[in-house]
């Protein structure tokens, strides 16, 4: 028995090199990072690949288009495939700055039409590609339709939703202003400390086993969230935290005892007459990443801000209510605003979108790794752009928040 145990051994330190070098073979003849590992995923430049092949590395749930319909985007007789802008300091074409800004994908809408479609690295027209934080934005539009419906009550507190979340930093706050990021939780979020609590909850929820992970931390954010604590000097205040968008979808999910995934299908994926269908990463608890796992194509996150565009409506129907919308876009400006801002701009956040503050009060979807949807209503544009910056928040010099700004500002010069 011995004897015939060695004889395997031997066999398999035998075929062993072979099979990993042909393990390696087919990673590389797929494109597939032979370096990926979940500690690796996000960041340069394995997530060249992976934010277009999600569901590849982490566990999602499906979010469905409708069967039978969608929105068809037409090409524009002005369509175009390359042109250039002055961008930092140069004229450049779009092409040359898609490369050193590691953009996977722009797309640009003018009047409803299709007038820039352009891919890179990985993406193609089918694919998905992770849109991090811009999930939050859908998630509002998903919380606005179901207030109106009078399934939830903005003015309600989290904890009427979710007792659950009562001794949590956002247990007494309301919906709406937990749906600002005004709330009184003590979430912190700072993407180059992996002490914060954005970092942590990336542990809970799987998307790292990086040494930084407590060995006996919560699993999921059904156990996370709740552990959460409270900052009364934060409440009223704008402070950005992703664990906001958690704590709404949890509450989505306990009013109507459906799953988020199915929500954001039935209230604005299928209605708004989306292509593809999209997905959504799923932790072991079977909650949804409501702040930043959302995949969906580059046109089906143009169509979306198309919706937005019109005010809610697509297909002639109403599928966000107006004056939701219309109250995202119309904020005054929040006075105790502290990020730097053009002169003469008055910036805001409202319902998980960003007020640019601009006279033509464009309004935005931000992900970090370069993720963006703008919507421009003066011009009649909408602007979506995948990205896949090597760190959350780009260099901070060639490229990241402000070089994409400019970008965008570049375009919709040109193109308005």
């Known amino acids: 028995m011995e004897n015939q145990m060695y004889k395997i051994i031997n066999v398999l330190l035998i075929l062993l090199p072979g099979l990993l070098g042909q393990s390696i073979a087919i990673a590389e003849e797929s494109d597939r990072p032979t370096n990926l590992t979940l500690e690796s995923f996000q960041f340069g430049p394995v997530n060249r690949w992976t934010f277009s092949h999600m569901r590849e590395v982490i566990p999602t749930v499906n979010i469905p288009r409708h069967t039978d319909r969608f929105l068809i985007l037409k090409k524009s007789d002005d369509f175009i495939a390359d042109f250039s802008v002055e961008f930092q300091g140069r004229k450049q074409s779009i092409n040359k ?55 939830i009550d903005l003015d309600q507190p989290v904890s009427h939703y979710v007792p659950a979340l009562a001794k949590s930093g956002y247990g007494p706050d309301s919906l709406q202003t937990v749906l600002d990021m005004r709330d009184g939780s003590d979430y912190t979020e700072y993407y180059s400390d992996f002490t914060t609590t954005f970092r942590l909850q990336d542990c809970a929820i799987g998307w790292t086993d ?47 005892k459906q799953p988020l995934a199915e929500l954001i299908s039935e209230h604005l994926w299928q209605p708004m007459g989306a292509e593809f269908d999209a997905n959504i990463t799923v932790d072991k608890g079977g909650f949804v990443l409501a702040d930043h796992g959302m995949s969906a194509t580059l046109r089906d996150l143009g169509r979306m801000g198309l919706l937005v565009l019109n005010d809610g409506k697509a297909f002639g129907n109403e599928v966000i209510p107006a004056a939701f919308i219309q109250d995202i876009k119309g904020q005054q400006g929040d006075p105790n605003w502290s ?34 949807v703008r919507v421009v209503p003066e011009a ?31 375009m919709i010069g040109k193109f308005r």
Not at 340 to 365: C, Q, V
Request: hydrophobic residues 35%.
């Open 97 to 151: 700055i898609a490369a050193h800004q590691f953009i996977d994908g722009l797309l640009i809408i003018k009047d409803g039409e299709i007038i820039v479609e352009n891919y890179y690295g990985h993406l193609r027209q089918d694919r998905p590609h992770l849109m991090n934080s811009v999930s939050k934005s859908i998630v509002g539009l998903v919380a606005g339709k179901l207030a109106a419906q009078g399934v």
């Open 210 to 256: 990086a040494d930084y992970c407590p060995e006996d931390g919560p699993t999921g954010l059904y156990e996370f969230l709740p552990t959460v604590g409270r900052d009364k000097s934060k409440l009223g205040t704008f402070s950005y935290r992703s664990g906001s968008t958690n704590v709404v979808g949890w509450v989505l999910e306990a009013a109507t």
């Open 380 to 410: 009649g544009l909408v602007i979506s752009m995948y990205s896949t910056w090597p760190r959350a928040d780009g260099n901070g010099e060639t490229h990241g928040w402000n070089p994409s700004l400019e970008l965008m500002d570049a």
């Open 339 to 372: 990020d730097p801002a053009p002169s003469g701009y008055k910036p805001y956040y409202r319902s998980f979108w960003w007020g640019e503050g601009n006279p033509g009060g464009d309004i935005s979807g931000y992900g970090i790794h370069g993720q963006f």
